[in-house]
């Protein structure tokens, strides 16, 4: 099983990035991918996840409205966009897989940081 994402990104405020994800060992369908972000200094935060079957995403409450999920199963890659970007949101954001009826996350891309700066 790998998650391979995308390379780092660096954004001024107000811009959007899109990260992505893409797994392979694995039939991508069958398990969640969910997202967390780890600010300098901070904890894990989770942000949310997708069901690549049927594309049903959660988000989490901080970030309704600023963060969409999307997957595609011909390429087994899932995306995590986030808009209105502010400083608050330099963080290095991690995908990873869940079965769904765990809260377990079991494999771990490598993560891709995101700066946010003027």
């Known amino acids: 099983v790998q998650l391979v994402q995308s390379g780092a990104e660096l954004r001024n405020p107000g811009a959007s990035v899109k990260v992505s994800c893409k797994a392979s060992g694995y039939t991508f369908t069958s398990y969640y991918i969910d997202w967390v972000r780890q600010a300098p200094g901070q904890g894990l935060e989770w942000m949310g996840r997708i069901d690549p079957e049927d594309g049903e995403t959660n988000y989490a409450q901080k970030f309704q409205g600023r963060v969409t999920f999307t997957a595609d199963t011909s390429t087994s890659t899932a995306y995590v966009e986030l808009s209105s970007l502010r400083s608050e949101d330099t963080a290095v954001y991690y995908c990873?897989?869940?079965?769904?009826?765990?809260?377990?996350?079991?494999?771990w891309g490598q993560g891709t940081q995101v700066t946010v700066s003027s």
């Open positions: 990873a897989r869940r079965f769904p009826a765990y809260w377990r996350l079991d494999y």
